[in-house]
């Protein structure tokens, strides 16, 4: 089966945020909002030896992602190529996912109310497609491909090009998103931009996001059923009168 | 699939103006558009970006008349598929809802923004009949023509029928001019655009202000990054650590305004070192013993005091520029406009490249490819008995006049002399954050008889007009093909509609073509339609319309480096018919026939050095109001360092006003408070700080740095506007 991975170049990357710009026009993302996002590191340093580095934050489909579980309607799940997905179908927009995921790779849509994430573009690999931010990528630091290729350029990145994921001793989910770069700034992006401790609801913001609106929605399909019998019988008292 | 075609306005020509028809479906669906069913037909169009002026290609999927999506086209020789942000949201242009929809015309005073809507037979029967008036009544010299984009090409054309020679665009004097001049005084041929930097190939490349990575053209984004990756080293001369900055082996944070200096004293390491292309300057340079002789007293100790870059740091550069030669690449810039004495620092960093044996060499900067292409037989243009009113060959005796001096029609404007200017026609540029000293700017303005703007947006200056005229996005409209000469494999690339104009906006060539026929010009427009038009330039290339249309562009092989060239054709077009160390041209003109470094003025107490520069998301002030732009970077920020923000007692994320040495104030900016720029500078990123309601979404957000520019050093060999002479200060807003 195959293991989908993306690798960004730092060394490549000057944080145009083409990949975003490209992500937003492919998924119809609305404004302000991305599916990935380009990033600097703060500073290290005095002046004048600094020291920064781009960074590109997305959807890390890891080996064990804590947005699935924390999923209640089951919307989220991880696909056989490992590509963790939403459908929008089944999504109640609850949000439990965006505050679980470490990366903060989710987010609401404010058009849909449902939520919304980077899916390697997976109607495009399906087409035999590359994603539309490494087929955009102006500096071409992104590479997209199947770990599980031994002869595939992803592979060789990972394997054999000490490219690193953005993990902790605390936070190791198995990501399936690498960076190259120097070390120094290798560091410095661990450093910056840590995955944070995925973060499960309490009881209070169950209750408001989620029981209340399924509460809310067992009561008013009770309401639609109520006026759905009561239109049928109106409907058919007429039948019933015309008759 | 059959559903899927392609489209181009072969066939259909007479249509071309109002968008184009199918051509017959080809097999295989090449886009999958964002919000397409998977069952309406799908139209593929290759055409030419336009969110900056790089050229790239792309693919507009087309549905039902309506574009959505724009792509990097895979088969263009330049992008190859690639795009950046602005390319992928074009589609934000063509629908942007605060878009210029039809002609206006002001109703109330000028300057108070009142106008009525006019249909375009009325808009064209009042400029004809204004146009008529000034000529009879002034001449036609006292029409200004301030043009930008491929789309003003038409509009050129129909200016020198009228009988101007009066037009001039930011491109020379706020711009790239002093750069085309000090190269083409060196090697005979100036650079043009893009720049022929071979990156790629390069094993050092050497950035002076340069900030790619912020400055992102795509194909030159790639190059810089595949050179990179390949173990090239970089030198970054920045006051500012820029993104170049961070991937650099050297960062020379130089003190502003003296990069002459460095570049004498990189010049005396080399030749004093013996470290320069000895066989190279002896086969092509002339004046060497000149040039040795000048720069013996230009020691690193002597520039170190001068540029604040340490004297061991210049020696080392130096020594990894000889190491690498002749595989160095000194970038000469773009906007370069800075100090006024910036055709000699172009000079400098053009005999730096001489040195080096990197002009026509791989890793260097490589030699353009001429392309042959076809011309209508016009009528002769008339002639001016006046001549240019802008300077350009006189005043600014190395001005080139096809690109014009703006500031210098400005002038002529405001002081009426040599004569008089009435009128003016600017087209696709806000030229009140375009041009400096945007107060003199709208005090020329005031005094004109006609004022004219063709734009796609209702930018700053449309309420000073008389007459709007809206102009179609490049996704809606043929433009000349672009003839690219400075890549290593040349092409022509095409512009054609990938849907029909929206509102009663329509494309340069029909405009231009209509008030042509009103003013009794049109033999000038001996076509009936575009693709008569690119029929004609295409011919002597031998290139088929057909198969240009489909994939977007067309591309020869190229001869980039001087080694593809016979030796009898390794020639330089100076007067010495040699690489000019040593420029005879410049000290006939008085000038410095070799570059001397001259001291900037110095910040005040209390102010800080005005700096500016770009972001990736944006295009000078053209894209601010782009919804998926102004999404990924809203307003700009004033980037001071620690002590500077302290001074003027403003911490990170505050807002602050910047008033400069003339009282002149910006709109309210936030502070970054940043290491990664020296305590002597301020930093914007250009093109913020509109100030015109229209854009509803640009308005009002962050700072102008022009509007902060109320003082220039113009170059007196180009009249280039050096625009970083200003100083400022932050104030707590």
Redesign the interface.
């Known amino acids: 089966m195959a293991r989908y991975a993306m690798v960004t ?1 730092l ?8 990949c ?3 992500c ?5 993302v609305p ?3 991305a599916r990935t996002h380009v990033k ?1 590191t703060p ?1 290290a ?4 030896n ?5 960074y590109v934050a997305q959807c890390n489909h890891c080996d064990h992602p804590p947005c699935v579980p924390a999923c209640p309607s089951g919307a989220t799940y991880q696909d056989a190529g490992g590509v963790v997905r939403v459908d929008a179908d089944v999504c109640i927009g609850c949000a439990f996912c965006v505050d679980a995921c470490p990366y903060e790779a989710r987010y609401v849509s404010p058009r849909t109310k449902k939520v919304d994430k980077c899916d390697f573009c997976s ?2 690999i399906a ?1 035999g497609e590359q994603p ?1 931010c490494v ?7 992104k590479h997209f491909g199947d770990l599980e290729d031994r002869d595939g350029e992803v592979h060789r990145i990972v394997f054999h090009e000490g490219a690193r994921r953005v993990e902790t001793t605390d936070v190791a989910v198995g990501p399936n998103v690498y960076y190259l770069g120097r070390p120094e700034h290798l560091d410095l992006v661990a450093k910056s931009f840590p995955p944070h401790a995925p973060r499960y609801p309490v009881a209070r913001e169950a209750w408001k996001r989620l029981i209340k609106p399924l509460v809310l929605g067992v009561v008013g399909l009770s309401l639609v059923g109520q006026a759905v019998a009561f239109f049928n019988q109106l409907h058919k008292g007429e039948e019933d009168f015309d008759e | 699939m059959s559903r899927i075609s392609r489209r181009g306005f072969l066939g259909t020509a007479a249509t071309l103006g109002a968008g184009a028809a199918a051509l017959p479906a080809i097999a295989g ?1 090449k886009t ?1 558009p ?2 397409w069913s998977g069952t309406e037909r799908v139209d593929e169009v290759a055409t030419t970006c336009e969110m900056c002026f790089w050229r790239c290609g792309v693919i507009a999927s087309v549905v039902d008349g309506k574009v959505l ?4 086209n895979p088969e263009h020789p330049q ?1 190859q ?9 074009g ?1 934000g242009l063509l629908y942007d809802p605060d878009r210029l929809k039809t002609p206006l015309l002001r109703t109330g005073e000028r300057g108070e923004g009142q106008f009525k809507a006019v249909s375009w037979d009325e808009a064209l029967d009042f400029l004809a009949g204004k146009l008529v008036e000034i000529r009879e009544r002034h001449g036609a010299e006292s029409v200004a023509f301030f043009p930008h984009g491929n789309g003003a090409r038409f509009f050129g054309t129909l200016m020198k029928a009228y009988g101007t020679p009066n037009s001039a665009e930011p491109s020379f004097a706020q711009c790239r001019g002093p750069r085309e001049v000090g190269y083409s005084l060196t090697f005979g041929q100036a650079l043009g655009s893009p720049e022929p930097v071979d990156l790629e190939e390069s094993k050092l490349v050497v950035l002076i202000g340069s900030h ?3 400055n ?1 053209f ?2 030159q ?2 190059a ?3 050179g ?2 390949a173990g090239a080293k970089l030198i970054t001369v920045d006051p500012r ?1 820029s ?5 650099s082996d050297w ?1 020379l ?1 130089i003190r502003p305004g003296t990069d002459i200096a460095l570049l004498l004293a990189w010049m005396n390491v080399l030749i004093g070192e013996g470290l320069y292309d000895k066989e190279y300057v002896a086969s092509y340079a002339h004046g060497f013993d000149e040039l040795a002789a000048h720069v013996k007293e230009f020691t690193p100790e002597w520039a170190e005091a001068i540029t604040e870059i340490p004297a061991a740091k210049i020696r080392e550069t130096a020594r990894a520029m000889g190491e690498a030669k002749p595989a160095v690449a000194v970038h000469p810039g773009r906007h370069v406009t800075w100090y006024g004495d910036d055709t000699q620092r172009a000079r400098a960093m053009a005999i730096l490249t001489a040195l080096l044996g990197s002009w026509g060499r791989k890793g260097g900067i490589f030699l353009p490819t001429s392309i042959e292409k076809g011309s209508f037989d016009l009528p002769d243009f008339p002639e001016s008995k006046r001549g240019r009113a802008d300077g350009a060959g006189e005043k600014y005796p190395f001005a080139i006049e096809e690109l014009g001096v703006t500031n210098g029609l400005i002038d002529a404007t405001l002081s009426e002399k040599p004569y008089p200017i009435k009128g003016w026609i600017v087209y696709g540029q806000n030229m009140l954050e375009s041009i400096p000293q945007p107060s003199r700017t709208i005090e020329a303005i005031k005094k004109l008889d006609l004022m004219v703007v063709v734009d796609v947006l209702p930018v700053d200056q449309i309420k000073y007009a008389d007459l709007v005229l809206p102009e179609a996005t490049y996704l809606e409209r043929y433009d000349s093909p672009t003839i690219v000469e400075s890549a290593k494999r040349p092409f022509i690339a095409v512009r054609t509609p990938a849907c029909e104009p929206l509102y009663e906006s329509k494309p340069g060539w029909w405009i231009a073509k209509e008030l042509a026929k009103k003013l009794d010009l049109g033999a000038f427009f001996p076509w009936e339609t575009p693709a008569e038009h690119l029929e004609k330039i295409l011919e002597p290339a031998g290139v088929n319309e057909k198969h240009l249309l489909s994939c977007g562009a067309v591309s020869f092989s190229g001869k980039p480096y001087l080694e593809d060239r016979a030796p009898e054709d390794r020639t330089f077009d100076t007067s010495s018919g040699r690489i000019e160390l040593y420029s005879q041209d410049l000290a006939d003109h008085g000038a410095d026939p070799m570059p001397r470094y001259t001291q900037p003025v110095e910040p005040p107490k209390g102010f800080v050095r005005l700096i500016y520069g770009r972001a ?2 944006h295009s000078f002030a053209r894209t601010q109001n782009n ?7 809203p307003e700009n920020e004033v980037w001071l ?1 620690p002590m500077a923000a302290k001074a003027a007692g403003v911490g990170n994320g505050e807002r602050v006003v910047l008033e400069n040495g003339d009282g002149v104030k910006s709109d309210p900016v936030k502070v970054f408070v ?3 720029i ?2 002597d500078c301020a930093y914007l990123v250009h093109g913020f700080g509109q100030k015109t309601k229209a854009l509803r979404r640009a308005s009002g957000k962050g700072a102008s740095d022009n509007g902060l520019m109320s003082r220039v050093n113009v170059d007196p060999l180009t009249g280039g506007t050096g625009m970083r002479v200003n100083f400022v200060r932050p104030v707590k807003a």
């Open positions: 170049d060394r490549k990357c000057v944080a145009c945020h083409a975003t710009a490209s937003n026009a492919e998924w119809d404004a302000s909002y600097t500073l340093g005095t002046f004048p600094l020291s920064s580095s781009p109607p495009r087409r539309a087929a955009t990528c102006p500096a071409g630091a | 669906p999958h964002p919000g999506r724009v792509r990097g992008n598929g690639r795009l950046c942000a602005r390319g992928n949201a589609t790619l990575g912020e992102v795509t194909s984004i790639n810089f990054a595949t990179l990756s650590f993104m170049a900055a961070s991937k960062w944070p990736p998301m919804a998926t732009l102004n999404g990924l970077m360092h940043t290491e990664g020296r305590n």
